[in-house]
């Protein structure tokens, strides 16, 4: 996962390897929850709107809050790995597609294994 020009898709071979850097958070909108902040563009959060996913400057509100929030839970193709439920969509979760990062509902084994990710320190 990684941003370019504040959108964010799954690429191979990032450079600068700081692209594709987010730190874990305490999810803005709610207790138990995470939100991912760039590390090389601090304040800036991985942020859904039509489904589809950027980095942007947190402006504050709750729509935003909401929207850069997610359940982190059991991988839905690993239990080892992890997947990230949204906050405000709780039927859709981060995937990528078509090296598009998007939140979508998953109802396939596909769907499950795009939907599942390792998370490294």
């Known amino acids: 996962m990684r941003q370019i020009n504040f959108d964010v898709r799954i690429d191979p071979n990032i ?35 039509n489904y589809d996913f950027q980095l942007a400057l947190n402006d504050g509100s709750s729509q935003f809050a909401a929207d850069a929030t997610f359940r982190k839970v059991a991988g839905l193709a690993d239990a080892t790995w992890s ?18 990062l998007r939140l979508d509902p998953i109802t396939t084994t596909t769907g499950r294994g795009d939907a599942t990710f390792r998370v490294t320190s």
């Open 15 to 49: 450079s600068p390897v700081e692209d594709s850097q987010f730190r874990i958070r305490p999810g803005l909108a709610g207790t138990g929850t995470v939100s991912f902040e760039s590390v090389n563009h601090p304040g800036y959060f991985l942020r859904h709107a």
């Open 83 to 100: 997947s990230f439920q949204s906050y405000n969509y709780p039927d859709r979760y981060i995937h990528h597609y078509a090296y598009e």
